[in-house]
């Protein structure tokens, strides 16, 4: 057996006395109270930041200065620049030698204007100023002997014959019923060109604003030098042409025979 060893001499055996000054868990009082005011002093900062934080966000910064970290900001757009559109052209005087419109040779029907002479100005005292008129013979380009004739109330594309045949060749330009700045065609009895089912024919005004947008036609460029295409108002996109010499409407093709067809010179009046 192994032998006993002297066991070691306890604290009250030597003469140790509990300090009974001092209360017990003292320090452990200390600690939490320390730990208390700790806790008390960061709430009372963080209070203290959560109310002066909205107060700086919500100062403007100053102008050419960058936003707040991590606001994405957005530029107001420029606003678009309108371009008034281009194409149409003023008529003539009312002077009878006053020539025809020239326009540019161009490959397309591009809109671009046609302008002749100065309308003539407003009078504040007078109502409306009378339309412009031009007595004028309107002649094919690659049917140089063929000219717009009013036959059976049908516009047809013929050689010039008599005194008759003249009279019905020969048109009053005035400024476009329902455009001023385009072209309409009035004959020597007081009826005008129109578009009737794409067809021009000859018919009396009824006052209507279908029949002045029917009777209404716009110059355009053609590539044939000095001579023009006839748009159409209310059908922007086709124009007056030939096709088997009888008068139509047609959209616009991109080929020879087309702005041939639909190329036309104004003359002077064959009457």
Known sequence: MPENQPRPPQPWENGWVPDTSRAPGTRRLYLAGAMAVATIIACVTAIAWT??????LS???PAGTATQPGLLSFGTPAQPEVTPPKGKSGLTTDEATTPAPHQQGSASPSPAAHSTTKPPASHPSSSAPKPATTWRSVRSVNYPDRYWHV??????????????SREDSTFKLVKGLADSTCYSFATDDGQYLRHRSFVLVANRNDGSPLFRQDATFCPRPSSAPGAIMLESVN???RFLRHQNFQLKLDPYQYNDMYRQDSAFRLVAGLA
């Open 151 to 164: 036959s059976g109330g049908y516009v047809k594309l013929d050689p010039v014959g008599g005194s008759e």
């Open 235 to 237: 059908y922007p996109g």
């Open 59 to 61: 100062q403007p910064s």
């Open 51 to 56: 109310d002066r934080g909205p107060e700086a």
